[in-house]
């Protein structure tokens, strides 16, 4: 979820875009835009789902490390973290509607490699495909559903757009819990090469009729945003990035090594984590909007979720605690992201300054998927020992929680321009 709301800087970045001219048409919202982008998210998000719900089946089969699938499960946060401004900037110059679908086309083209690839070097490549492909298409779609929405639906359409990561992991989750052990980890390559093409065809027709107006560049300066309570929300993002990613890509095999638990009943589990994931995101918004402050949710969600992580992953606790405490991380884990973005319009001084900052904690969040999981990996594979990866958990999460208490204590959904 924490790389999805980042692609609020495309849609902001290009104040006139493809996709119906200016940001703000009157009349009707086109809402099978908004479904039809929202759709493109969810299909692409499916792979980051079928990372964590297959990686047992392919470790066993490709006898590889934890530590080399690890940088598997990393590889779409690597490229966010090095090149996520990046993809903006590409996405801005080919067209929303056209770097949507080309970022499609590559999702399909990596999984349906990935599926037949008979050695780790191939499957490694199959995801930098899918990655380039992630990267283009959650770029694009905010800036696909902007121009299509009139100024008073547009909220609730971009609130719709930020379930795309939530609901594409459940939906992964749930595929996997009834079929993974029929079509076997290959199969779920295919079907999850299959679903971004079914999603770029109904793109492609409910974006039809749309033209290419003149874009402009961004007024922004870089320099302009970097003030004391936007580094420390990056920093925040970071640390929690870095812990999530531990629990939420390796949690199948977590309860595979410690508890012998079937991948299929393993994905079930972050089935019911990724929803309670997206519930907490939503009541987020909620709170934030009635004023909540967002100190003290950082502060409850963070240190929430440091225990639970040491129920899941120190031995000992009984296999229902465990997943009780991993779906208790999981509805928690919704929490920081939700208030990262919601954060961006309490932050900006003037409108200009909003994709750039947009653009930063975009990369925040790469920086810390791409630390996480890569740490967890070396330590388990250095100890033999999924409790070590605790401290891959509790530290960056310590981090935030310092950030946090630097943080304005009224920094809240009041100062919402």
Known sequence: MAIGAGIWAASMTNSRTEAGGTGAQPGLTDWTVVWAATLAGIAVALQMGKAAATLPLMRAEFGASIGLLAN??????????????????VTHYLGARRAGLIGLALVTLGSAVGAETSGISVLMTSRLIEAVGFALTITAMPAIIQPAT???DRSLAMGLWAIWLPTGFAVMMAISYF???SIGWRGMFRLCAMLPALAALFLLGATRTQTIARRQPAQATFRAVFRREVLLIFGIFIGFAAANLVITAFLPTILADQYGMPASRAAAVSFVGAVSLGLAA???GWLVQKGLCLRPLFLASLAGMILCAGIVLLAGADLWVSIAAAIGFSMLAGIPPSLVWLSIPILVRSPSEVPVLSGL????AGIGQLLGPVLAGWVVEASGSWAMAFWVVAIPCLAA????????PTLSGRHDG
Do not use: E, W
């Open 179 to 181: 079929l993974l052990d």
């Open 72 to 89: 598997y499960v990393a590889l779409i946060s690597v490229v966010a973290a090095l090149f996520g401004i990046l993809f903006g900037s």
């Open 361 to 364: 904690l975009f990369q925040g």
């Open 150 to 152: 009139r100024a008073s």
């Open 401 to 408: 929680i310092a950030l946090t208490a630097m943080l304005s």
């Open 282 to 284: 939503v009541l987020t």
